[in-house]
């Protein structure tokens, strides 16, 4: 692989693109007030990466492609950090996910895409799935909603069908059902009960078609 200025013909060999670039190397340090132009290549002589070093780190936005040519990902850098928006994309070029990084961490507000279709979206704090996260079905429809903590589903989420109606609701402490939850089925009450470390316990109540109870099952 070969790093190449885009503005001069000099060429430094590198092992990878995670190389550090030194005082040595002085094509290659720059400052943030005259950065350097950089591009990382494949073996293929494809551009795999281009951007700007500024005191040997980079600095500014940055674009990755895949090995076709598109492009893969535009992320900002602040002297070998990212920091600020961040943006991918498949290799048909839509969008796959957007967000913003603070210290090479997400952070903020996130939302993910498939197929230009919206997927799932919501807060990330320290790199980490925390708050209201929504997700979505391909046509569109809400599938789940709930809350995150450090990565893991807590407090009371919702669960729905494609055609947007209620099929359960409950509890989740450390991404693991517990407590109460209930299930639906068109609309009606299915079953209910509770669940210590995502399974079944206690009396589970069992409804009929039209939301009367049927039995009462012990676990």
Not at 11 to 30: A, F, Q
Not at 36 to 50: C, G
Not at 79 to 105: A, P, S
Not at 114 to 134: A, P, V, Y
């Amino acid at each position: 692989m070969s790093m190449v200025g885009l503005s001069t013909v000099s060429t430094v060999t590198v092992e990878d693109s995670s190389i550090k670039v030194d005082t040595n190397t002085t094509p290659w340090y720059g400052d943030p007030m005259n950065p350097i132009p950089v591009r990382i290549y494949y073996d293929t002589m494809q551009v795999k990466e281009e951007g700007w070093y500024a005191y040997g780190e980079k600095d500014g936005i940055w674009k990755y492609y895949y090995a076709s040519g598109a492009l893969f990902k535009e992320i900002e850098y602040q002297l070998g950090e990212k920091n600020g928006w961040c943006k991918e994309y498949d290799e048909e070029g839509r969008v796959t996910c957007l967000g913003q990084m603070i210290g090479d961490k997400k952070q903020g507000y996130w939302k993910f895409y498939e197929n230009n279709q919206l997927i799932r979206e919501g807060e990330f704090f320290d790199g980490k799935m925390d708050g209201l996260w929504q997700y979505y079905y391909t046509n569109g429809e809400k599938k789940s909603e709930g809350e995150f903590l450090e990565g893991n589903k807590t407090l009371w989420w919702k669960q729905y069908d494609e055609q947007g109606q209620l099929v359960a609701e409950g509890n989740y402490v450390n991404d693991e059902k517990q407590g109460h939850w209930v299930f639906y089925e068109n609309g009606i009450i299915k079953e209910e009960g509770s669940y210590e470390e995502n399974l079944k316990v206690g009396s589970w109540k069992v409804y009929d078609g039209k939301g009367l109870l049927k039995q009462i099952m012990d676990y």
